[in-house]
């Protein structure tokens, strides 16, 4: 099935399973509730504005507090190695893969592995579904969306491109969910 952008409902595999604004709004037990002992964290536009090396004092708290309640974090970026390897200095020494080629699920499978949990009881937390949500849903991990902090200024076309995309695909998957619904 297709609708006028051309978005193919192939992408079963792109819904989140949780949705929240910002990663500052998911609490600790929010992530117990979930079976979480480890976070995956996206970089651009989910705990840094996109493109920048500036740690916001909010997530770097937030960082600290899931830490504090034993639940491990690690960074899964698309970004440059270098990029991620001082963001997680800031973060306070924590753990990276990048450049972690999302959608592709190796990354994901490679941190589980890094920090000794399951796929199961590790979320992936990203602003975008056809990399950080399918990466995390075809990995069998605990897929989380947050709204992304700011509107892309680098790549400013191609982001606009890929926001319609997802707002296309969510419509459409919630009308297909509702027409289950009704023939159910
Ligand atoms: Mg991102």
Not at 11 to 19: D, E, F, H, L, S
Not at 20 to 45: P, W, Y
Not at 87 to 100: N, Q, R, S, V, Y
Not at 142 to 168: D, W
Request: charged share 30%; aromatic share 8%.
């Amino acid at each position: 099935m297709t609708d006028k952008g051309g978005i193919k409902m192939k992408y079963t595999n792109a819904y989140p399973k949780y949705q929240f604004r910002r990663i500052t709004d998911i609490t600790v037990e929010d992530l117990q509730k979930m079976g979480a002992k480890a976070v995956a964290v996206d970089l651009d536009n989910t705990t840094v504005i996109d493109s920048s090396y500036k740690l916001p004092e909010e997530t770097r708290k937030w960082i600290d507090t899931v830490r504090s309640a034993g639940i491990q974090v690690i960074i899964i970026s698309n970004t440059i190695f270098t990029r991620a390897w001082y963001l997680g200095k800031k973060m306070g020494d924590i753990p990276f893969i990048a450049p972690a080629h999302k959608p592709h699920t190796k990354a994901i499978r490679k941190a589980a592995k890094m920090l000794g949990v399951e796929l199961e009881n590790l979320a992936m937390i990203g602003d975008q579904l056809f990399t950080d949500v399918i990466s995390a849903n075809k990995a069998g991990a605990i897929s989380i969306r947050v709204e992304p902090m700011k509107k892309e200024k680098l790549f400013a076309g191609h982001f606009k491109k890929v926001r319609a995309r997802e707002r296309e695909y969510m419509k459409q998957y919630h009308n297909e969910k509702n027409k289950e619904k009704c023939t159910a």
